[in-house]
Structure formats: structure tokens, C-alpha cells
């Protein structure tokens, strides 16, 4: 068995700025442990799938007419257009990791602007706008490519499609990245803070696993710093275990990640990799990150809805945490994520 799959890693704390938060993270002896025996047993009594779970993990664009989805490159820009919104997996617009890009991407027209990149999509949202359908629609900002994972001249361009939304604003916008270049933006966010949701990935709590799996992504730490500091500055942020990866052990570990969830987090939203569809199996059973976690003896974190117990945990700890978001109205949308 792993030792990367089971064992502790406290670095995941360690390195925090611990005045974001008094959350001692270890083992099992954290808060939970002060928990009723009657809270915890509540676990146990929750079904997966569940009809609690199908009414809570609504995606970001529920009633929206149309999605759009962006992604900034080196050369580029590429902009898609969903408007059957039915048969879509609730995470289906969360941001991706460079293996599983092509993993159930929904149906939808595709645009890329290599020339003229701002006029193009100013171009394109104007004319949405005066159809009267972008305060209908909801705009992910960061699917398959990290906005802020890159380049200075990658960062430049996300700045200046960000500052787009201010004049053509959309009912929606969902900034997603790992990345603490993030606060770069923070007069923009600020601006834009009345339908922006920052939704950060945190796989796992343990840089172990991210140094194995994701080498090349931020750590941990950084991205809790992060959050912190966007929920200081009254900006909304959902955290999205998605897809999620080892995480320590089953009994113990589970409940250490819902609270450090919970510390850092307005909304906390999940994702597994699968989800039991045949062709996942055929088209990406074989992908060197899918073999990686098989390597490491970590097979369940390939199984669908493999996150059930840590969604059960959040359940009993902060259950507010896993309320869905507001339902998309026409005109202006102001998110209340902060309500009792």
C-alpha cells in the first residue's frame, strides 16, 4: 500500500499563513474529534448518490439561456458557445488539469481569435448584449487553460478580457485558477464583484500528492492563501474538489480536509474523474496521470462519485457550505453568499 495514499502530510498547513487560520491540520485528532458521536455517526446515515446531493451541487450556470465558455492562451483566445444545458454533468465546466482537457466536454460551437484578439470577443459580446442575451448567460472563465497559470504576456491578455466584462457585463462570471497571480487582478474582481464567483480547485490538501500527480500546478498552500485573502477583500469564492485525488486516510483525514475546506471557502463544490460511462474507461483508463494513481494504490479516487465521504463530512460541519447558487434571473444578478 502507498505510503503517499495513507500517510499524514502536515506541509499542507505547515506552509500556510497561519493568520489566515487557526486550523491545526494533522490526523484525525483535529477538530471533528470534538464532534457529538451522535454528529459523526450522522455520516453513516447519508445515502450516495442522494437526493440532498442532486439539489445542493447545482452547477454555477442553473437557469441560464447560454454558457460561455473562455480560455486564454499564448496565441490566442478561444471562446465556445453551450446553449443545451440539460444533459450536462454538474462539473462539466470545471477547470481542468492538461491530461483530462478533452474528459466530457460538452457539445457547443467553437471560436478561436488568434488576430485581433480584444476586438474579436468585444465583437462577440457586444453583439450578445444587444440581442439582450448576455445578462442571461453565464460566462466560466477558465475550463481547460489556467487564466493566470503562465506567462506575463498570458497574464496581460486575461486582465484586459477581464476588464471586457465590466462594459459587457454577464449575469454570471465564474473566474476558475489555481493560481495566486490571481491578486494581480484584485481592483478588476472588485469590480466585477456582484456576479463574480472565483472558484479555486484544491484537488487535495497534501503537496505530496501535487508534487506527484500535478507537479507543475501551484501548491496547496499558495492557493489557500489565496482564497483567504479574496474572502478578506468580500469577494465570494467556491472551492471546487474537483476532480479530487488521495487525500489521507479514509476515517481521519476526511474530516481534517472538510475543515480546512470550510476555513477557506464560501461555497465548497466536487468532482470525481469518472463517473462510470464506458467510453471514460476506453478513451482515458489508459492516461499516464490515470495510471499514476492506479501506481500509488489509489484506485477508489477513480471510482465515480468518489468523494462521497468528504461530501458527507461537509455535510455535518457546514452544511450552508454546500447550498446551490442562486438560480441565473433576467438582468442584473446580485449573489448573496453570504446569507444565513
Given at each position: 500500500?502507498?505510503?503517499?495514499?495513507?500517510?499524514?502530510?502536515?506541509?499542507?498547513?505547515?506552509?500556510?499563513?497561519?493568520?489566515?487560520?487557526?486550523?491545526?491540520?494533522?490526523?484525525?485528532?483535529?477538530r471533528h474529534?470534538?464532534?457529538p458521536k451522535?454528529?459523526?455517526?450522522?455520516?453513516?446515515?447519508?445515502?450516495?448518490?442522494?437526493?440532498?446531493?442532486?439539489?445542493?451541487?447545482?452547477?454555477?450556470?442553473?437557469?441560464?439561456?447560454?454558457?460561455?465558455?473562455?480560455?486564454?492562451?499564448m496565441n490566442?483566445?478561444?471562446?465556445?458557445?453551450?446553449?443545451?444545458?440539460?444533459?450536462?454533468?454538474?462539473?462539466?465546466?470545471?477547470?481542468?488539469?492538461?491530461?483530462?482537457?478533452?474528459?466530457?466536454?460538452?457539445?457547443?460551437?467553437?471560436?478561436?481569435?488568434?488576430?485581433?484578439?480584444?476586438?474579436?470577443?468585444?465583437?462577440?459580446?457586444?453583439?450578445?448584449?444587444?440581442?439582450?442575451?448576455?445578462?442571461?448567460?453565464?460566462?466560466?472563465?477558465?475550463?481547460?487553460?489556467?487564466?493566470?497559470?503562465?506567462?506575463?504576456?498570458?497574464?496581460?491578455?486575461?486582465?484586459?478580457?477581464?476588464?471586457?466584462?465590466?462594459?459587457?457585463?454577464?449575469?454570471?462570471?465564474?473566474?476558475?485558477?489555481?493560481?495566486?497571480?490571481?491578486?494581480?487582478?484584485?481592483?478588476?474582481?472588485?469590480?466585477?464583484?456582484?456576479?463574480?464567483?472565483?472558484?479555486?480547485?484544491?484537488?487535495?490538501?497534501?503537496?505530496?500528492?501535487?508534487?506527484?500527480?500535478?507537479?507543475?500546478?501551484?501548491?496547496?498552500?499558495?492557493?489557500?492563501?489565496?482564497?483567504?485573502?479574496?474572502?478578506?477583500?468580500?469577494?465570494?469564492?467556491?472551492?471546487?474538489?474537483?476532480?479530487?485525488?488521495?487525500?489521507?486516510?479514509?476515517?481521519?483525514?476526511?474530516?481534517?480536509?472538510?475543515?480546512?475546506?470550510?476555513?477557506?471557502?464560501?461555497?465548497?463544490?466536487?468532482?470525481?474523474?469518472?463517473?462510470?460511462?464506458?467510453?471514460?474507461?476506453?478513451?482515458?483508463?489508459?492516461?499516464?496521470?490515470?495510471?499514476?494513481?492506479?501506481?500509488?494504490?489509489?484506485?477508489?479516487?477513480?471510482?465515480?462519485?468518489?468523494?462521497?465521504?468528504?461530501?458527507?463530512?461537509?455535510?455535518?460541519?457546514?452544511?450552508?457550505?454546500?447550498?446551490?447558487?442562486?438560480?441565473?434571473?433576467?438582468?442584473?444578478?446580485?449573489?448573496?453568499?453570504?446569507?444565513?
Amino acid at each position: 500500500m502507498s505510503n503517499l495514499c495513507f500517510a499524514n502530510d502536515v506541509t499542507a498547513v505547515s506552509e500556510l499563513d497561519l493568520r489566515t487560520s487557526n486550523l491545526a491540520f494533522s490526523d484525525s485528532s483535529s477538530r471533528h474529534g470534538m464532534l457529538p458521536k451522535r454528529r459523526r455517526a450522522e455520516l453513516s446515515l447519508i445515502d450516495f448518490p442522494s437526493e440532498t446531493f442532486a439539489e445542493e451541487q447545482k452547477p454555477f450556470h442553473l437557469g441560464a439561456s447560454k454558457v460561455l465558455s473562455l480560455n486564454v492562451y499564448m496565441n490566442g483566445v478561444t471562446l465556445s458557445e453551450h446553449s443545451n444545458l440539460e444533459p450536462i454533468f454538474f462539473d462539466s465546466f470545471h477547470l481542468r488539469f492538461k491530461e483530462t482537457k478533452s474528459l466530457r466536454i460538452p457539445e457547443g460551437r467553437h471560436f478561436l481569435f488568434k488576430d485581433d484578439i480584444l476586438q474579436s470577443l468585444e465583437a462577440r459580446l457586444a453583439a450578445e448584449m444587444n440581442k439582450g442575451l448576455l445578462q442571461e448567460t453565464v460566462v466560466y472563465f477558465g475550463t481547460i487553460s489556467d487564466p493566470f497559470l503562465s506567462f506575463q504576456s498570458k497574464f496581460d491578455l486575461t486582465r484586459s478580457c477581464l476588464k471586457l466584462f465590466e462594459r459587457y457585463p454577464p449575469a454570471r462570471i465564474v473566474l476558475q485558477t489555481r493560481s495566486p497571480m490571481l491578486l494581480s487582478a484584485l481592483p478588476t474582481l472588485v469590480s466585477l464583484s456582484k456576479s463574480l464567483i472565483v472558484a479555486v480547485p484544491v484537488e487535495t490538501p497534501l503537496e505530496s500528492v501535487v508534487r506527484s500527480l500535478t507537479p507543475r500546478q501551484p501548491r496547496i498552500s499558495e492557493r489557500l492563501s489565496t482564497c483567504g485573502e479574496l474572502m478578506r477583500r468580500g469577494l465570494p469564492v467556491c472551492i471546487q474538489v474537483s476532480p479530487i485525488l488521495p487525500y489521507g486516510k479514509k476515517v481521519g483525514d476526511v474530516w481534517s480536509f472538510a475543515e480546512l475546506l470550510n476555513d477557506f471557502s464560501n461555497r465548497i463544490s466536487f468532482g470525481s474523474l469518472f463517473y462510470g460511462l464506458p467510453r471514460e474507461v476506453k478513451e482515458y483508463g489508459e492516461l499516464p496521470f490515470v495510471k499514476k494513481i492506479r501506481s500509488l494504490s489509489c484506485e477508489e479516487f477513480l471510482r465515480p462519485y468518489c468523494f462521497a465521504d468528504l461530501y458527507r463530512a461537509v455535510s455535518v460541519l457546514s452544511p450552508e457550505k454546500l447550498k446551490p447558487f442562486p438560480s441565473i434571473s433576467k438582468g442584473p444578478v446580485q449573489l448573496d453568499f453570504f446569507a444565513a
